[in-house]
C-alpha cells in the first residue's frame, strides 16, 4: 500500500512491508521501488521491516522540485528515516548509491551502515578509449540520446544493455512500467535533472561516512569500462576498514533485479559481519 511523506519541496511516496529491523530501498533515475520487486519479499522473509521509496520525481512521489542533487536526495531518505523511526540499513542503487553516502555521513545516528548498488557515487569521465567496448559504447550513447532528447526509446534501448544476458521473467511487464512511467508528465524531465547533477557532492562525503559500506557491481555494467575498478576507487576513498567490494558475474547495472538471490546473499552476509561488528 502506497503511503506518503511530505518533505520541504513536495511529497515522496513509499511503502512499508515486514517487521524488524527498517531497511530502506531507494531505486536509481528513471525507475521506481518496483526495481526492488524481487528482493522485498525475501529481506521481509529474513526478518527485516522493509521500506520502499520513490525518488522525488519518479514512481507516484511528486514532479516539482527545486533540486535534483544527491545531496537533496539524501534529505528525502532522512526524512523518511526520521519518521519511520530509524536508524536504518540504507540501500542505493545508482544515484540513490550517492545520496545514501551522504545520508550516513551527514546523519550517523540514523544510518547504521549502507549497501551501494552500482553507485554513482564519484566525480565521472567518459572514456574515450572505452568507447572501443561495445556494451560502454552502446550504453553511453542511449544515456546520452536519453537525456539530450528525453527519448523514453532510447531509455528502454539503454535498458536493453543494462540487463546483459538472460532477462528476468517478469522483463515485459518490467519494461512495461517503466514505460509507462516516463511517459507521465513531468517524469522524463526529472530523469534529465538528475542526470545532470554530478556525483561530486557524493564523493566529497565519503571519507566522512562512519558505517560499513558494501558495494556491489555487476562485471558486465555498461556504465563503465571497468566496474570493479569503479568499486574498488569508492572503497578505497572511504576511511580504512569500512568498505567492502563484492562482484556479480554477468551482472548489468540492476544486479537487485537481474540476480536478487545473490543480492540478497551478499547483504544479510553484510549484515551479519561487518554491520553488526561496528
Known amino acids: 500500500m502506497t503511503e506518503y511523506l511530505a518533505v520541504d519541496g513536495g511529497t515522496i511516496a513509499y511503502e512499508v512491508a515486514g517487521d524488524g529491523p527498517l531497511i530502506v530501498l531507494a531505486h536509481g533515475m528513471g525507475d521506481s521501488r518496483a526495481a526492488y520487486r524481487a528482493l522485498i519479499?525475501?529481506?521481509?522473509?529474513?526478518?527485516?521491516?522493509?521500506a520502499a521509496v520513490d525518488l522525488r520525481g519518479c514512481g507516484e512521489s511528486s514532479t516539482d522540485w527545486p533540486a535534483w542533487s544527491r545531496t537533496a536526495i539524501a534529505g528525502d531518505l532522512l526524512a523518511l528515516i526520521r519518521h519511520l523511526g530509524g536508524p536504518a540499513v540504507?540501500?542505493?542503487?545508482?544515484?540513490?548509491?550517492?545520496?545514501?553516502?551522504?545520508?550516513?555521513?551527514?546523519?550517523?545516528?540514523?544510518?547504521?551502515?549502507?549497501?551501494?548498488?552500482?553507485?554513482?557515487?564519484?566525480?565521472?569521465?567518459?572514456?574515450?578509449?572505452?568507447?572501443?567496448?561495445?556494451?560502454?559504447?552502446?550504453?553511453?550513447?542511449?544515456?546520452?540520446?536519453?537525456?539530450?532528447?528525453?527519448?523514453?526509446?532510447?531509455?528502454?534501448?539503454?535498458?536493453?544493455?543494462?540487463?546483459?544476458?538472460?532477462?528476468?521473467?517478469?522483463?515485459?511487464?518490467?519494461?512495461?512500467?517503466?514505460?509507462?512511467?516516463?511517459?507521465?508528465p513531468g517524469r522524463m524531465k526529472a530523469m534529465q535533472a538528475m542526470g545532470r547533477s554530478a556525483p561530486t557532492d557524493a564523493g566529497a562525503q565519503l571519507g566522512n561516512v562512519r558505517c560499513p559500506v558494501l558495494v556491489v557491481m555487476g562485471t558486465l555494467d555498461p556504465d563503465w569500462v571497468d566496474p570493479h575498478a569503479e568499486g574498488s576507487a569508492i572503497v578505497g576513498d572511504l576511511p580504512a576498514g569500512l568498505g567492502r567490494l563484492e562482484m556479480i558475474e554477468?551482472?548489468?547495472?540492476?544486479?537487485?533485479?537481474?540476480?536478487?538471490?545473490?543480492?540478497?546473499?551478499?547483504?544479510?552476509?553484510?549484515?551479519?559481519?561487518?554491520?553488526?561488528?561496528a
Open 41 to 50: 519479499p525475501q529481506l521481509v522473509a529474513a526478518g527485516h521491516r522493509v
Open 90 to 184: 540504507l540501500v542505493g542503487h545508482s544515484v540513490s548509491g550517492g545520496a545514501a553516502t551522504i545520508a550516513a555521513a551527514q546523519e550517523p545516528s540514523l544510518v547504521t551502515a549502507v549497501v551501494e548498488l552500482a553507485p554513482f557515487t564519484r566525480k565521472q569521465s567518459i572514456s574515450l578509449g572505452g568507447l572501443r567496448l561495445k556494451r560502454y559504447r552502446q550504453g553511453m550513447f542511449r544515456l546520452l540520446g536519453t537525456g539530450v532528447f528525453g527519448s523514453v526509446g532510447q531509455w528502454r534501448a539503454y535498458l536493453d544493455v543494462a540487463y546483459p544476458g538472460t532477462k528476468p521473467a517478469h522483463w515485459a511487464e518490467r519494461l512495461g512500467r517503466v514505460d509507462s512511467l516516463m511517459r507521465e
Open 250 to 277: 554477468g551482472a548489468g547495472h540492476y544486479p537487485h533485479d537481474q540476480f536478487p538471490d545473490e543480492v540478497l546473499s551478499l547483504v544479510l552476509d553484510f549484515l551479519r559481519t561487518d554491520a553488526a561488528r
